[in-house]
């Protein structure tokens, strides 16, 4: 039977993956439509451009791929929702040192533009690791017995 505490950790995990899905996979499908939903302005003209210049092309092309990525770990986060005590270094891995190093490098680019896009995820980040971090600490002691 499941306590409140593995409950609150299974809920951190559900609520990472599904961020971790939407975002992913809007980014990875198309990085025009992801602009268009946070409302972020993107020149037609500049983006048709995008191909011919390497740098961006490179940039764009890794950024879908890291959001191949992202979309994978959001359906990883299916294998803690059965049992989130047996996988507690994926949760740590992705729950905890993920959100944290993303929140990290949001935050270093506020300071250079700050979008609102890039608010909204820092604050997301931040909280998903925060949550996975005292539901970790919660459920350590349930951890220890069931080992």
Known sequence: MRSRKTNFLQMVVLVSGIVYLFTGALFAASPHFFGKVFFLEINEDW?????????????????????????????????????????????????????????????????????????????IFSLIGGCAVIALLLTKGIAKTEQ
């Not at 059965?82 to 992705?94: A, E, H, M, Q, S």
């Not at 959100?99 to 990290?104: E, G, K, L, M, V």
């Open 47 to 123: 983006f048709m451009e995008i191909p011919k210049d390497a740098f961006m092309f490179a940039s764009i092309t890794l950024a879908r791929c890291f959001a191949g990525l992202l979309l994978t770990v959001g359906v990883t986060m299916i294998l803690p929702l059965f049992d989130p005590v047996k996988y507690r270094g994926l949760i740590y891995f992705t729950n905890v040192v993920f959100p944290f190093i993303s929140a990290f490098l949001l935050i270093k680019s506020l300071f250079i533009n700050p979008l609102p896009v890039l608010i909204v995820y820092t604050i």
